[in-house]
């Protein structure tokens, strides 16, 4: 699948606090788990890549309070033709 057309990457500053790693997905959750001995959740969630045990290719942040991100600045980018990046070699469904 080629990827035409102007694309975009956001750049932020992110306070993840106190974070919860996780080696599995976890679609199913609308906010961090709680902290152990504590009723207090944790802050952020880091999905963790394959290579440390976890289901993604790069390590995933995630936020759940918009005062915990500050956006710093955007990267417009277009893949060339002839890009072999991981989702341009994605084949056609």
Do not use: W
Not at 42 to 47: E, L, P, R
Not at 78 to 86: I, L, N, P, Q, Y
């Amino acid at each position: 699948v080629r990827h035409r057309g102007p694309m975009s990457v956001l750049v932020a500053r992110v306070a993840l606090g106190n974070a919860y790693s996780t080696k599995q997905a976890m679609p199913e959750i609308a906010m961090p788990p709680e902290r152990p001995r504590t009723r207090n959740p944790h802050d952020s969630v880091v999905a963790l890549r394959r290579d440390e045990g976890g289901c993604v290719d790069h390590r995933e942040y995630v936020v759940y309070k918009d005062a915990q991100t500050l956006p710093v600045f955007r990267i417009n980018y277009c893949h060339a033709d002839h890009c072999e990046c991981a989702r341009c070699s994605v084949p056609a469904p």
